[in-house]
Nanobody, 127 residues
């Protein structure tokens, strides 16, 4: 089992940047593929980025490609989401998720594929 705690959300102007962190505790972090999801009011939860156990492969939603970067530091049990060139439509609650997997080179982009979730952190983008 793993516990996830996000941090780094806040209010930023359009065009600005934020870096979200998700700290994991519990079981060995490197057995988990990780994902960042967001959910805005009235919208479905969507995966914005995902990363494999090894960090060797990543996934990005089309809406964030070229602006967001997911990374992980297995020594620090942390996954990051660097968000640049933020737009008002990026505003949402961002949550990290973990899935234990034996596959080192597989990432997961559907909410139902993850078993563990953090509590979320609010990102607000002013225009």
């Amino acid at each position: 089992q793993v516990q996830l705690v996000e941090s780094g959300g806040g209010l930023v102007q359009a065009g600005g940047s934020l870096r979200l962190s998700c700290a994991a505790s519990g079981r060995t972090f490197s057995v988990y593929a990780m994902g960042w999801f967001r959910q805005a009011p009235g919208k479905e939860r969507e995966c914005v980025a995902a990363i494999t156990r090894s960090g060797g492969a990543t996934y990005y939603a089309d809406s964030v490609k070229g602006r967001f970067t997911i990374s992980r530091d297995n020594a620090k049990n942390t996954v990051y989401l660097q968000m640049n060139s933020l737009k008002p439509e990026d505003a949402a609650v961002y949550s990290c998720a973990a899935r234990s997997t034996s596959y080192s080179y597989t990432y997961y982009s559907k909410p139902g594929e993850y078993g563990y979730w953090g509590q979320g952190t609010q990102v607000t983008v002013s225009s």
